[in-house]
């Protein structure tokens, strides 16, 4: 099986997110400079440096996570649980501009230490994150992608007790962590392996 995407492709639903998977979730919390709040998933996310800490989602197009990123320079990007699936999919329905989806989804919230954005108290990791660039991808003619990519540098991290082992590692499977697989799919990282990197050979 080949396809050229430019040219379509033969499936009754495209299968390019499904193929880039699982993807994290990245659960991007922004304030206006108004004081309006947003909350929004997006798997189009991940991280891109650790030194510094820089991580990048991606829009697409003008929506609040963007805008009131822009706005006020910063966002905070949670990770999700298991047990905070359906609050995660409920926030990503299409509310009215201005509409806070951490009260619509009834979450608990707290203003951030380095930021001005809100952050999920029960969320098992947040990134607080200042805007480092704002960018369209060019398609191989140069083309701006309507999708715009929002880098953070990580100016703060928080980690839920829960999630903590008793020799100071984050949990990942213990907190069940949630990733998009395409279409209408997820996954649940509930099973970690560990395997040492090989020797010089």
């Known amino acids: 099986m080949f396809y050229e995407p430019s040219l379509g492709h033969p499936f009754r ?3 390019f997110k499904a193929l880039v998977a699982p993807r994290p979730i990245g659960w991007i919390a922004t304030r206006s400079k108004s004081g309006a709040e947003n909350l929004s ?3 189009f996310f991940n991280a891109v440096s650790d030194e510094p800490p820089i991580i990048v989602f991606s829009s697409d197009g003008e929506k609040d996570s963007l805008s009131f ?10 990770s999700v649980s298991a047990t ?6 409920q926030s990503s329905a299409a509310y009215a501009r201005g509409v806070s989806e951490i ?9 951030a230490e380095r930021v001005d954005a ?13 805007v480092t660039q704002i960018m369209q991808p060019l398609d191989k003619d140069g083309v701006p992608s309507r999708y715009h990519m929002v880098f953070g540098q990580v100016v703060g991290v928080h980690i839920h007790d829960d999630y903590v082992t008793e020799d100071g590692r984050f949990d990942s ?4 962590l949630m ?8 996954a649940v990282a509930s099973t970690i392996i560990a395997k040492s990197r090989p020797k010089q050979p």
């Open 179 to 186: 990733a998009r697989c395409g279409y209408l799919d997820y």
């Open 118 to 130: 809100p952050r999920l108290v029960d969320a098992p990791s947040a990134l607080e994150c200042i």
């Open 69 to 78: 990123a822009r706005e006020s320079g910063c966002f905070v990007a949670h």
């Open 103 to 111: 009260e619509a989804t009834g979450l608990a919230s707290v203003d």
């Open 13 to 15: 639903h495209n299968p």
């Open 84 to 89: 905070l699936f359906d609050a995660m999919n």
């Open 41 to 43: 998933p997006y798997s």
């Open 173 to 176: 499977s213990k907190a069940s």
